[in-house]
């Protein structure tokens, strides 16, 4: 098993930015792929971004394109997502999960290991 740890969450105002990172211990990272999700209240868990497990493959959803950046660093067993020109609409709680698949997948389900989240609030 992999073992997930987020940060970098906390409030920012809208058009900031911040970077948040997931440190993964256990097994090897560089065999999982990561993906970013995230969470309102009320709201399902949606995808936010993915990388594959070399680095090669990125995936993002149509609604953080341009402003978000999700890469790695397998030697440091850590994964980011910068997040640039932030909306108050992005306001939630983010978690990174890794999928042993390794090809940076979209779907929440193919990602079996999941951090506890953190917070990220942006006000207008």
């Known amino acids: 098993q992999v073992q997930l740890v987020e940060s970098g969450g906390g409030l920012v105002q809208a058009g900031g930015s911040l970077r948040l990172s997931c440190a993964a211990s256990?097994?090897?990272?560089?065999?999982?792929?990561m993906g970013w999700f995230r969470q309102s209240p009320g709201q399902e868990r949606e995808f936010v971004a993915a990388?594959?497990?070399?680095?090669?493959?990125?995936n993002y959803a149509d609604s953080v394109k341009g402003r978000f950046t999700v890469s790695r660093d397998n030697a440091k067993n850590t994964g980011y997502l910068q997040m640039n020109s932030l909306k108050p609409e992005d306001t939630a709680v983010y978690y990174c999960?890794?999928?042993?698949?390794?090809?940076?997948?979209?779907?929440?389900?193919?990602?079996?290991?999941w951090g506890q989240g953190t917070q990220v609030t942006v006000s207008s």
């Open positions: 999960a890794a999928d042993d698949y390794g090809t940076g997948r979209t779907v929440r389900d193919s990602y079996a290991y």
């Open positions: 256990g097994r090897t990272f560089s065999n999982y792929a």
């Open positions: 990388i594959s497990w070399s680095g090669g493959v990125r």
